[in-house]
Structure formats: structure tokens, C-alpha cells
């Protein structure tokens, strides 16, 4: 049985390789720790990363866990990573609120609300992993359905869907 | 008559509509619907030329929004309709697309604000994963695969001379000879090589469409490491046992 430090220079290491989502279970299996121990652990380690002074953080994803840089540190960042490709159209924005917000659904029902051919939207947003197809549509043609990706998360920092910025409807 | 803007700057005929009523201080539940399918039909002359693909959604919103208008003019057809209900506005599938639309493109603003603000913004690690496959990968250059076809033609086969009738080549066969001769713990077979044993231009061209086939099934893999090169085949892993290790 590992100590505790060594349990965490554990799931320190393991989140420094994983560029992607480690999932809690995942990590319950490599570690051989049960969920309450282990999430108590992590929920420590994000204090400790939060409290000194480190230019990464841990964050909550979907249910797992990521590493991920500091807010504070976006500029230093930035010189060295170029945010070129970080552009969204308004249009694939609004799509991409839809899908946020209305997942699972199909193309067609996200044409009926913007009220325009949106393919193109689709396969760009298809293209930067922000999206993906999630299931087939049990109605005539089978249609996909849509839904966002980690990614689409990790891109707009939210920690999952609940994260979503509350929107009224009507007003 | 007002300056016109292009419709170019909308992102489709309910974002009109939303930018007419608004423009005009207009109550959303209570749509003056000959004025706003006036103005709207405005737009739509101002844009001179008509590109039915860009144009398109904007007629369909114009001849519902002619129809609409038309149907304010006769009252009592829609009375009769729903007598129980009371009145039933015709106006009423109108006000609530604009309001689930405009409640999506807020959404997308505030998913903008949150994308676009890059002074708070956190980095990932990048996947490096990702650009790896897409190199091994061949079914994405298909330009590839077909140079090789035709390489393999120019190298090997001559028509028959005499075509006697012969059994016909059944593609579902070449799939299994070409599974057969894979080893199953992963290791490549030279996809070339199977054309050191054939003679004829069918047979050529059924082992090329029973490994396109074997591809797009997701049973062979095909790796070729560089242009013109040999076409490595082995069996595909399933994807879920390499993310695992």
C-alpha cells in the first residue's frame, strides 16, 4: 500500500502524462484506492496546487480530472502558444449553443430553430473535436444526433454541462 | 426609405426578423406582421441578384411571413377553427421561433465571451496522440492506394488472348484470402505481393475492391510508410484494448 505523498506523486505523474481526461474509475483501477479515499485525496492535492504558488491547477472534467495552466498565467502562455486557430464564427457559436444546451438532437432540429442550412457548421465544428456524433435519431432515415466533446469543455473551461451559463427563456 | 444593410451580415431569416423587430421597438407578442413582411420583402429586393443557396431560407421565411399576412386579413377563417380555445393568433409559431432563436444566439454570445477571453484562459496539454494516427492511417488518401492499383496493372497483366468463359471472381473470396494470409497477432503482409499470383486484370482488380472493402469494414489496417511504397496490411486491433495499455 502506497503512502499518502506517494499516492499523490502518483496522480500527479499520471495527470502530467495524460494530455486527455483521466477518469475517476481509471484512475481507481491503476491506483487500487476506493472512490471516497480517492476523491479526498484529489480534492487535497487541487487545494495544495491552488494554494502555493504553481502555474498549473487541477481541474474537474466531465467527471475526471485534468491538468490544465492557471488563469493567471494566460499571458506567459500565450507568447509561447499561438491561439491562432482559436476562432469560432458567430454562426458555428450559435450552433454550437444549441447543441450545448439541447443535446442530443439532430441536424434537422438544429436547422428548425436557426432557420438555416447549418452542414457546413456541422462539419467544421465536427473537424475541431468539439462536437461529435453521439447516436442515431429512432426516426425515419436514422438521422445522427449531435452532442460536444470533452474538448468542446476544456475550450470554453467549464468543468461539465451543469457548468453551462444558465439561459432564461423568455424574457 | 432607411439604408439597407446586406443580408450577408445575417445568419439567416430569423436573425432578420430579429434585428427588424428590434430596430423598430416592435412587441414581440404582438407583431405588426404587414409591416415587418414588408420590410422583410425590402431586404430580400435589396440584395439584387439571387443566389438560391444563400438566399434560399430567406424566400421560405418570406412566402410564410406573405402567408401570415394573408391570413391576418381574413379573421374569420381562423375563429372558426378553435372555437373552444378562444382564438387562436396565427401569429403565435412565428413568436415562439423568434424567441427559441434569440434565446440560442444570446447563448452563443456568452459562449463567445467565454471562448474569446483569452486573458483568463487555461491551457491544455496538447494531444500528441492525434497527429501520429493520421499519418498511419491510410484510408484518408485513397489517391494513394490507387496509384499503387495502377502500378500493379502496368507491372503484371496482360489480357487473355482468348477469353474463354470462366468462373466468375467473387470478391467475398479475395477478402478471405487476404484474411487468411494475415498472421493474427498483428504482423503486415506486403498487399503487393498478392499480385506475384495472378494473371488476369479481374483478379487484379477484385483483390484491390475486397481490401477497400476489408478497410472501410475496419478489419485490415493499411499502412504505407512512404509514396509509392508497399502497402503493409495487418489486422485491425480493436480500439478500445490499445487505450486500455
Not at chain 1, 491503476?30 to 504553481?54: G, H, T, V
Not at chain 1, 457559436?93 to 438544429?110: D, G, N
Request: with cysteine; glycine share 6%; net charge negative.
Amino acid at each position: 500500500m502506497l503512502m499518502r505523498d506517494e499516492i499523490k506523486a502518483s496522480i500527479e505523474a499520471l495527470l502530467f502524462v495524460s494530455s486527455e481526461r483521466i477518469s475517476l474509475e481509471e484512475l481507481m483501477e491503476i491506483l487500487n484506492l476506493a472512490e471516497p479515499d480517492l476523491k479526498q485525496i484529489i480534492k487535497e492535492m487541487m487545494m495544495e496546487y491552488n494554494q502555493s504558488q504553481r502555474g498549473i491547477q487541477i481541474l474537474t472534467l466531465d467527471g475526471g480530472y485534468i491538468m490544465g495552466t492557471k488563469p493567471e498565467y494566460a499571458q506567459v502562455v500565450s507568447k509561447m502558444v499561438k491561439p491562432a486557430s482559436r476562432r469560432l464564427s458567430p454562426a458555428a457559436l450559435e450552433t454550437l449553443a444549441i447543441i450545448a444546451y439541447r443535446q442530443p438532437l439532430s441536424k434537422a432540429e438544429i436547422e428548425q430553430i436557426r432557420g438555416v442550412k447549418t452542414d457546413r457548421v456541422i462539419t467544421t465544428l465536427m473537424e475541431k473535436g468539439i462536437i461529435n456524433e453521439v447516436g442515431k435519431k429512432a426516426a425515419p432515415g436514422k438521422p445522427a444526433l449531435y452532442g460536444t466533446t470533452h474538448e468542446f469543455l476544456k475550450l470554453f473551461a467549464l468543468s461539465s454541462l451543469d457548468d453551462l451559463p444558465m439561459i432564461q427563456d423568455t424574457e | 426609405m432607411s439604408y439597407l444593410v446586406n443580408l450577408d451580415k445575417f445568419y439567416g431569416p430569423l436573425d432578420l426578423l430579429l434585428y427588424l423587430l428590434e430596430k423598430e421597438e416592435m412587441d414581440i407578442y404582438d407583431i405588426p406582421v404587414a409591416l415587418i413582411a414588408d420590410q422583410y420583402m425590402d431586404y430580400i429586393k435589396a440584395t439584387g441578384q439571387i443566389d438560391l443557396d444563400n438566399i434560399g431560407d430567406f424566400l421560405i421565411m418570406a412566402s410564410y411571413l406573405l402567408n401570415l399576412k394573408s391570413r391576418m386579413l381574413l379573421p374569420g377563417l381562423t375563429e372558426e377553427e378553435d372555437p373552444e380555445e378562444g382564438v387562436v393568433d396565427p401569429r403565435e409559431e412565428l413568436v415562439n421561433r423568434i424567441l427559441e432563436y434569440k434565446k440560442y444566439k444570446m447563448a452563443g454570445e456568452i459562449l463567445a465571451s467565454r471562448f474569446n477571453n483569452d486573458v483568463n484562459r487555461v491551457f491544455f496539454r496538447n494531444g500528441s496522440s492525434e497527429v501520429e494516427w493520421v499519418e498511419r492511417e491510410i484510408s484518408s488518401s485513397l489517391n494513394i492506394l490507387l496509384r499503387a492499383w495502377y502500378a500493379v496493372l502496368e507491372k503484371n497483366t496482360e489480357e487473355l488472348e482468348y477469353n474463354l468463359p470462366q468462373r466468375d471472381i467473387n470478391i467475398g473470396e479475395k477478402m478471405n484470402d487476404i484474411l487468411r494470409v494475415l498472421p493474427p497477432g498483428g504482423g503486415t503482409v506486403i498487399f503487393q505481393d498478392f499480385y506475384t499470383t495472378i494473371s488476369t486484370r479481374r483478379e487484379a482488380l477484385a483483390y484491390f475492391l475486397a481490401l477497400l472493402e476489408l478497410i472501410r469494414l475496419q478489419k485490415v489496417e493499411a499502412v504505407q510508410e512512404q509514396r509509392f511504397g508497399d502497402i503493409k496490411l495487418c489486422l485491425r486491433v480493436v480500439v478500445s484494448d490499445v487505450n486500455a495499455g
